[in-house]
């Protein structure tokens, strides 16, 4: 069985370069990043110098694999043409940066619906995910994340994933699994009998084969609640043990699992920032265990 790979989301801030010495810094051995800053629609467009250094570094690296991780203000389920439009633009974005990079793909939060039901947006993500793969490079993969269902979120169960997946029918449209959303959705993961019955239930209507990457995240809120709070790992209401089930289940082999996790405070400073070391550290103990 191939091992999981231990990643991390990392900052890119002056330059996406910086994100390979990021990865560096904390012995991340794959990444995650964001396009533009996931909170503003402008789009940061990065200079071929920029793209041309990044992928200089990302070449002497010993990284295995890169992942794009959309804004958040992106929602296929938008309620205007203007929202939807805008939505779209960023998803095609991050894609083409994927491409320039040679990123393995995008992770996308599909969107919401804000109460209107999944099953009356559903025809409208649909044609933007299809407009999204036509006018995209056909190299790169885009992962549909799973979501905690705070505020009526699409992905919240497998099933929705599933039927995406099957109506847009393209080898290109995967699933990002996170751990913590997948929880706080009600999925316990927290022992080896858990974690086989909700790899079993994803297999059953996403298909392992359709997996791409995994968030690796604690959660800091109990399983069913439906908000989505990262947590270092073992240190929220997953803990240790589900964390070692799924790095150790053979249907996550060889997947990259990319910490989203807020860190541990910093003894000088106080203040955590992000994925740190000490997580990337967490995660590599787990793999090393002989199960
Ligand atoms: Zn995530
Ligand atoms: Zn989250």
Known sequence: MSPIIVGAHVSSSGGIYNAI?????????????????????????????????????????????????????????????????????????????????????????TGSHKGKGFENVVDQVVSALEEILDRSSSSTILALEDMAGQGGTIGTTFEELGILLQRVNSSRLRVCLDTCHAFAAGYDIRDRKSVSSVIQQFDNTIGLENLAVIHANDSKVDLGEQKDRHENIGQGYIGTLGFEEMIHHSGFAGKAFILEVPGYPNTDTGKSNGPDQINIDELKRIRSLKK
């Open 21 to 109: 010495d990021n990865a560096k810094l904390i012995e991340a051995e794959a990444i995650q990043i964001f396009p533009s800053a996931p909170q503003m629609w402008r789009m940061t467009q990065h200079k071929p110098e920029v793209i041309e250094k990044f992928n200089k570094l990302y070449a002497a690296s010993d990284l295995k694999e890169i992942w794009i991780h959309n804004i958040y203000l992106a929602n296929l389920a938008a309620d205007t043409a203007e929202h939807l439009k805008k939505s779209i633009d960023s998803v095609l974005h991050a894609l083409n940066l994927a491409k320039q990079i040679n990123a393995n793909g995008v992770v996308l939060h």
